[in-house]
């Protein structure tokens, strides 16, 4: 249509894209909200690994209780490194551990003791270990652990604030905790 000089008016179409100061400002924006999210996400993915490692120990536990029960023998579970045999560190549950029928009670597998359950190493920033000198836990036929009194530390090393424990009495009843049992904060050697 034209305008009242003669010249025909075309409208212009809208800018499609953005300047150069939005996209600097939407960056900036980001960055910040990166930073903010990125510390928590570390946070949420270390306690989530915690939990993880924690909630395996315990059905592990309450899986040896129940095949000592059942199956009227002892139980053993123990820290190894190569699936087979106890390594005998209390230090090292975080590499792996595994439970089996112990037939003879020697607190070691031999070829002819069924493997129940192994675990496989845990996430490499979480150590877990057992209170010193508890090398394995062992389940007698009535469900008991006697003998087997042990806190189960689960540690995060870049987060102390996460750390957690497993506590076993005697009985063979197993318990989550976030203090030791003296009510102390949980820490790893």
């Known amino acids: 249509m034209p305008d009242r000089h003669g ?3 075309q409208p212009q179409p809208p800018n499609a894209g953005f ?21 928590q996400w570390g946070h949420l993915a270390d306690n989530n690994a915690i939990l993880t490692a ?7 536990l309450q899986m040896a209780r129940l095949k000592a029960v059942i199956e ?5 579970l123990c820290p190894t ?24 009670g020697d607190k070691a597998r031999d070829p002819n003791e069924s493997l129940i359950r192994v675990n496989s190493p845990i996430a490499p920033h979480i150590r877990l270990q057992s ?5 394995l836990i062992r389940y007698q036929t009535d469900g008991s652990a006697w003998g087997s009194n042990v ?4 540690c995060s090393d870049p987060r102390p604030s996460l750390n957690r424990a497993i506590i076993l ?3 063979g009843r197993a318990r989550l905790s976030k203090t030791l049992s003296n009510g102390k904060p949980v820490t790893c050697d």
């Open 151 to 154: 806190t189960l530390r689960f």
């Open 54 to 60: 924690r909630s395996d120990m315990l059905a592990m």
């Open 72 to 76: 009227r023998q002892r139980t053993t």
């Open 81 to 104: 490194d190569d699936h087979t045999h106890c390594n005998g560190e209390y230090q090292a549950w975080h590499k792996g551990y595994m439970l089996f029928i112990d037939l003879d």
């Open 7 to 9: 010249a025909i008016y």
């Open 169 to 171: 009495y005697g009985g």
């Open 131 to 135: 209170s010193k000198g508890r090398r």
């Open 19 to 39: 300047s150069l100061l939005q996209w600097i400002s939407t960056l900036a924006v980001g960055a910040i909200l990166l930073t903010i999210a990125i510390p």
